[in-house]
């Protein structure tokens, strides 16, 4: 028998997490014009702070995600004007600004490797479990769900109602009239990259501590959170919160659906790669058309 | 170790691996596809290869069956990705690598699952040493080398050649050309895929064995640091790229064992390899070597033409 409520709840909890971790992508790849593959090793350099930050120093969670937050965005921006912007002002192509992000991303992976070694490490910090109702639901996963919602309306507020959202709106939809309308356009995209940046350190600290910590963290799941930002829209922040959920819900569902057909788990990835292809293939522009461009 | 063997090693990995950026090269560099999928056909050339030598064919139908199911699955990912941005091509060929490389983990009747198989050797000849083996596994690569080679290159030089380079610096002209670009970015890919089944056919066989582990996206993007490094849209480019890329993998391995050093090596590798493509991409975007001109009897003639009116004149 399966407990639906447990299965949407989990849909719940693993969509705000894609949510978190695909907000920054969905923005630097709608304004940049290219995938940063390196998004997943913000997510890592995110997760180790973390660790360092709650566990080494003991100074609790709340302080670790700021900390991560402020340390990878700053770490986002110096990688964008370090590497990103010169080779777009050298003209390189798109192709070349993807492989540069995969060779960043490397940098970037074994430098932790280096720093803090391969073995896993775990938050040891206990998350009370307990049942409401027909749930499991353990504190993480509040904290988690509370994050996301947080993150939602802070967003949603920044590009509605402020000057540097409506400016990143604008240079993401058209760079060229924002250029000519006064805007800073490189500095919106470095503020873009730091927020971007600084919340796939968020994702990665939540990813680390439910699971583990170790330098593929956020390669194992970057190509969800690329499923996320493609589905919704490249740089569609609405779209993005609608795929998240969908994502969330494909994937949870389709761990019932695996293990009713007898097939092994270890597909659960696989469904949102899956996903990830059919909308390439069949509707590359995403649920964009569903929500107001932002 | 035996020093000699350890060279011999090193040179089969260059064949091997120069097959696969020969391959990409192809895509790449002349018909300007961004393969992030490359392992997937790496992959499937490599199984390919461990499950009909388990049936008992011999190894050259292996080879050539394992280029063939690469170069399908290469059409058969063509069909939808070419209507995709570069990007999106990019990330979806990426994704297909990955549920590839989840399958053959999952599956343990298929391969074995995480664990993998054995596999034979191509040849095996009776009573022979390390070296001989390692000499014997030279030979066949190189052969398989000097083919994709020889097609590279006579295809680099072709009007089918020159047509796929015009698509890859403007669609639109080339198209309005005549040049159909769905149909040449599908044949890039097919042949691109079949090198790189056969050389995953030749991988499986020289380390005996094929494991989900072998098969991560870090393949594709060694190959691309190759195809980057030396030089895209030429064939020697892309094998100077190999050499170099293996080359400096074994000095680091070398270093480890006899320097002592702050940083664990491993790691270090690939600092540096990303320090490397990212220099590259900056200050030498071209690569070592320049795209190659194109070579034809025509423009031979041409040339020579010229020259002896100009030696008679003098």
Redesign the interface.
């Known amino acids: 028998m399966v407990n639906w409520a447990q299965v949407i709840f989990n849909s719940g909890v693993t969509g705000s997490l894609y949510l978190i971790g695909a907000v920054g992508l969905t923005l630097t790849y709608g304004l940049s014009k290219?995938?940063n593959f390196a998004h997943a090793e913000f997510m890592t350099l995110g997760a180790y702070i973390g660790y360092f930050v709650a566990e080494q120093l003991g100074l609790g969670l709340p302080l670790a995600l700021l900390v991560a937050f402020l340390i990878a965005g700053l770490v986002g921006v110096l990688c964008y004007r370090g590497?990103f912007q010169?080779?777009a002002k050298?003209g390189?192509?798109?192709?070349?600004l993807?492989?540069?992000s995969?060779?960043?991303?490397?940098?970037l992976?074994?430098?932790i490797?280096?720093a803090w070694?391969w073995k896993p490490l775990y938050f040891t910090a206990t998350w009370s479990a307990f049942d409401a109702g027909p749930l499991r639901i353990t504190g993480l996963w509040l904290w988690l769900i509370f994050a996301a919602l947080v993150l939602s309306l802070a967003m949603h507020f920044l590009l509605m109602n402020t000057k540097i959202g409506k400016a990143i709106r604008a240079s993401s939809s058209n760079p060229e009239l924002a250029l000519a309308s006064g805007i800073n356009v490189d500095r919106v995209i470095w503020i873009t990259w730091f927020i971007g940046a600084g919340l796939a350190a968020v994702a990665g600290i939540f990813r680390g501590a439910d699971t583990q910590i170790w330098p593929m963290t956020g390669w194992d799941i970057i190509?969800p959170i690329?499923?996320v930002a493609?589905l919704g829209g490249i740089g569609n922040f609405y779209g993005a919160i609608a795929a998240a959920f969908i994502i969330g819900l494909a994937e949870n569902i389709g761990v019932v659906g695996l293990i009713a057909l007898g097939?092994?788990t270890?597909?659960r990835?696989?469904i949102a790669?899956?996903i990830?292809?059919i909308t390439?293939?069949v509707r590359?522009q995403g649920l964009a058309m569903l929500f107001r461009r932002a | 170790m035996d020093p000699l063997l350890y060279v011999f090693d090193l040179i089969v990995f260059i064949g091997i691996f120069g097959i696969v950026s020969l391959s990409l090269n192809l895509e790449?560099g002349f018909a300007?596809l961004?393969n992030?999928g490359k392992v997937a056909f790496f992959l499937i050339g490599a199984y390919t290869y461990a499950l009909l030598s388990q049936i008992g064919l011999p190894f050259y139908l292996c080879l050539i069956a394992g280029g063939l199911i690469s170069a399908i699955f290469g059409l058969l990912v063509s069909l939808?990705?070419l209507?995709?941005?570069?990007?999106?091509l990019?990330?979806?060929v990426?994704?297909?690598g990955?549920?590839l490389r989840?399958?053959v983990?999952?599956?343990d009747w298929l391969a074995g699952g995480d664990w993998g198989i054995t596999v034979s050797s191509a040849i095996s000849l009776a009573g022979a040493s390390h070296r001989v083996d390692a000499l014997v596994n030279i030979a066949l690569v190189y052969f398989c080398l000097f083919i994709c080679f020889t097609v590279a290159q006579l295809l680099a030089n072709s009007p089918y050649g020159r047509a796929m380079r015009a698509i890859r610096e403007d669609e639109i002209a080339a198209e309005t050309l005549g040049k159909s670009r769905a149909k040449f970015k599908a044949q890039a890919l097919m042949l691109g895929s079949a090198m790189a089944g056969v050389a995953g056919g030749l991988y499986a066989q020289y380390l005996h064995c094929v494991l989900p582990g072998m098969f991560m996206p870090m393949i594709t993007?060694t190959v691309?640091i190759m195809v980057?490094l030396g030089g895209p849209a030429n064939n020697w480019g892309a094998l100077l790229g190999a050499a170099l890329v293996e080359i400096f993998d074994r000095g680091t391995n070398i270093v480890k064992d006899y320097f002592v050093l702050p940083?664990?090596p491993s790691?270090?590798?690939?600092?540096l390899?990303?320090?490397l493509?990212?220099f590259v991409?900056?200050y030498r975007?071209h690569g070592l070597l320049k795209e190659s001109s194109i070579k034809t009897k025509a423009l031979r003639l041409a040339y020579n033409g010229r020259r002896s009116i100009k030696n008679k004149r003098s």
């Not at chain 1, 390189?92 to 070349?96: G, P, R, V």
């Not at chain 2, 790691?267 to 600092?271: D, S």
Request: proline letters at 6%; aromatic letters at 16%; zero cysteines.
């Open positions: 290219f995938p590497i010169p080779l050298r390189a192509s798109i192709i070349h993807m492989v540069a995969i060779a960043l991303g490397f940098i992976r074994h430098s490797g280096a070694t190509l690329f499923a493609i097939l092994s270890t597909y990835t696989g790669f899956l990830l292809i390439l293939i590359p | 790449f300007g961004a992030f939808p990705a209507r995709l941005r570069a990007d999106y990019a990330i979806a990426l994704a297909f990955e549920i989840l399958i983990k999952s599956e993007f691309w980057l940083i664990d790691n270090l590798q690939y600092i390899f990303g320090a493509i990212i991409l900056l975007p």
